[in-house]
C-alpha cells in the first residue's frame, strides 16, 4: 500500500503529513470491524525506472481502497505552490481516510469534497490556489458497504468491474475529449516549428480547461470537483454480485488504452492470477519496446493497480 509510517499498535500517523490513517490491524481487516474480511487487496505501485518519485499513491483505510494520480508537472511550467504532486496525494489520500472515519455512512462525493477542502487548508497561505497549474491528481475510489459496494472515478483512472462474471468498465473520459478537441483546433491554426513551443501552448491551453464546465474534472483545490465523478454502486450478493475489481492510473491501464496489448478482461485476469506487481512488470516492457504506441509525451509513467476480490458467503469461514 502507501508508503506510510505504522507503529505496532493503536493509530498511526503519516511521516509527511502528520495526520492519522488506519491501523494496520484495520487495513488488513478489509470491510467491517469485528467480522471476517470479505474484501481481499492487493495492490502495487512503483514510479518509472530511474525515478524515485512516484506521484502515484494507492491506500487502504478499512472498506475503503483508492488510487490517486498527481498531475506531474512539465519542466519549466509554475504552479503558484510550494507543493508537488506527490506532496498532494499523500494529503489527499490521509483526509480521505480522515473523513471516511468520522462519515462513514457519508457518500463518496461527500468525503471526497470534504477531503478537497480539507487539502485546500493544508497549503496554507503562501500557495495560490487559483493558479491553473495548483497541484491536482485523479482520484479512483471503492467502499465495501457490506450489502453493496460503491465507486467513484475523477478524471483518467479507470476502474474495472467483474459483476455476475461480466466485465464492466468505468472510465471518466472528459480529459480525453478535452485533449482531442484541443488537437482538433490546433490543426486549424499554424503550427509552431517548434516542439517545445507546441507543448507550451498545449499545457496551457489543457490548463485553462481544468475543472471547467465544458472541461475536465480533476481533485485540486475546489471541492465542487467531487460532485462532477463518475460514481455508482454494484450489489455483494446475487446473480450480478461484484467478484472482482481493478483500481488503475493510467500509467497501468496504458497496457489496453495505449499500447493495446491487452483487453480488460484479459487485464483484470493478468491481476487476478499474476498479481498487481506482474501487470506493472508488462507495462516496463512494453514502455521500452512499444514506445512508438505512446500517445503522450511521457516515455514511462508511475504505475499503479490495487486488486480486490469479494468473498462470497460461503468463503467467509475460509
Same mark, same amino acid.
Given at each position: 500500500?502507501?508508503?506510510?509510517?505504522?507503529? /505496532?499498535?493503536? /493509530?498511526?500517523?503519516?511521516?509527511?503529513?502528520?495526520?492519522?490513517?488506519?491501523?494496520?490491524?484495520? /487495513?488488513?481487516?478489509?470491510?467491517?470491524?469485528?467480522?471476517?474480511?470479505?474484501?481481499?487487496?492487493?495492490?502495487?505501485?512503483?514510479?518509472?525506472?530511474? /525515478?524515485?518519485?512516484?506521484?502515484?499513491?494507492?491506500?487502504?483505510?478499512?472498506?475503503?481502497?483508492?488510487?490517486?494520480?498527481?498531475?506531474?508537472?512539465?519542466?519549466?511550467?509554475?504552479?503558484?505552490?510550494?507543493?508537488?504532486?506527490?506532496?498532494?496525494?499523500?494529503?489527499?489520500?490521509?483526509?480521505? #481516510?480522515?473523513?471516511?472515519?468520522? @462519515?462513514?455512512?457519508?457518500?463518496?462525493?461527500?468525503?471526497? =469534497?470534504?477531503?478537497?477542502?480539507?487539502?485546500?487548508?493544508?497549503?496554507?497561505?503562501?500557495?495560490?490556489?487559483?493558479?491553473?497549474?495548483?497541484?491536482?491528481?485523479?482520484?479512483?475510489?471503492?467502499?465495501?458497504?457490506?450489502?453493496?459496494? +460503491?465507486?467513484?472515478?475523477?478524471?483518467?483512472?479507470?476502474?474495472?468491474?467483474?459483476?455476475?462474471?461480466?466485465?464492466?468498465?468505468?472510465? +471518466?473520459?472528459?480529459?480525453?475529449?478535452?485533449?482531442?478537441?484541443?488537437?482538433?483546433?490546433?490543426?486549424?491554426?499554424?503550427?509552431?516549428? +517548434?516542439?517545445?513551443?507546441?507543448?507550451?501552448? =498545449?499545457?496551457?491551453?489543457? @490548463?485553462?480547461?481544468?475543472?471547467?464546465?465544458?472541461?475536465?474534472?480533476?481533485?485540486?483545490?475546489?471541492?465542487?470537483?467531487?460532485?462532477?465523478?463518475?460514481?455508482?454502486?454494484?450489489?455483494?450478493?446475487?446473480?450480478?454480485?461484484?467478484?472482482?475489481?481493478?483500481?488503475?492510473?493510467?500509467?497501468?491501464?496504458?497496457?489496453?488504452?495505449?499500447?493495446?496489448?491487452?483487453?480488460?478482461? #484479459?487485464?483484470?485476469?493478468?491481476?487476478?492470477?499474476?498479481?498487481?506487481?506482474?501487470?506493472?512488470?508488462?507495462?516496463?516492457?512494453?514502455?521500452?519496446?512499444?514506445?512508438?504506441?505512446?500517445?503522450?509525451?511521457?516515455?514511462?509513467?508511475?504505475?499503479? =493497480?490495487?486488486?480486490?476480490?469479494?468473498?462470497?458467503?460461503?468463503?467467509?469461514?475460509?
Amino acid at each position: 500500500m502507501s508508503g506510510a509510517g505504522a507503529g /505496532r499498535t493503536g /493509530r498511526t500517523t503519516h511521516p509527511d503529513t502528520g495526520v492519522p490513517e488506519a491501523a494496520p490491524e484495520e /487495513r488488513r481487516r478489509g470491510a467491517v470491524v469485528g467480522h471476517p474480511p470479505t474484501m481481499r487487496v492487493r495492490s502495487a505501485s512503483a514510479p518509472p525506472p530511474g /525515478r524515485t518519485v512516484n506521484e502515484d499513491l494507492v491506500f487502504r483505510f478499512g472498506p475503503l481502497v483508492g488510487v490517486l494520480d498527481g498531475a506531474t508537472v512539465p519542466e519549466g511550467f509554475d504552479t503558484g505552490c510550494v507543493h508537488g504532486p506527490q506532496w498532494y496525494v499523500q494529503h489527499l489520500a490521509a483526509r480521505l #481516510g480522515l473523513a471516511e472515519a468520522a @462519515r462513514p455512512a457519508a457518500t463518496l462525493v461527500s468525503n471526497l =469534497a470534504a477531503a478537497i477542502l480539507a487539502v485546500r487548508a493544508d497549503h496554507g497561505e503562501q500557495c495560490d490556489l487559483d493558479h491553473p497549474g495548483t497541484p491536482s491528481s485523479t482520484v479512483c475510489l471503492l467502499r465495501d458497504g457490506g450489502d453493496q459496494v +460503491d465507486y467513484l472515478v475523477l478524471c483518467d483512472s479507470p476502474l474495472v468491474l467483474d459483476t455476475g462474471g461480466r466485465i464492466n468498465v468505468v472510465t +471518466d473520459d472528459r480529459l480525453a475529449s478535452s485533449v482531442r478537441d484541443l488537437r482538433e483546433t490546433a490543426e486549424l491554426l499554424p503550427e509552431p516549428t +517548434d516542439p517545445a513551443t507546441r507543448f507550451r501552448h =498545449a499545457v496551457t491551453a489543457q @490548463r485553462a480547461r481544468m475543472n471547467r464546465t465544458h472541461g475536465y474534472w480533476v481533485a485540486a483545490a475546489d471541492p465542487d470537483a467531487a460532485y462532477h465523478a463518475v460514481v455508482g454502486t454494484v450489489p455483494r450478493h446475487g446473480p450480478e454480485a461484484l467478484r472482482r475489481a481493478v483500481l488503475l492510473s493510467d500509467g497501468a491501464s496504458a497496457l489496453v488504452e495505449e499500447f493495446g496489448l491487452l483487453d480488460w478482461p #484479459g487485464l483484470l485476469d493478468v491481476v487476478t492470477t499474476e498479481g498487481p506487481d506482474a501487470l506493472i512488470d508488462r507495462v516496463r516492457v512494453a514502455e521500452r519496446d512499444h514506445s512508438d504506441r505512446r500517445r503522450r509525451h511521457k516515455a514511462a509513467d508511475d504505475a499503479s =493497480a490495487v486488486y480486490c476480490e469479494f468473498a462470497r458467503p460461503d468463503d467467509r469461514g475460509a
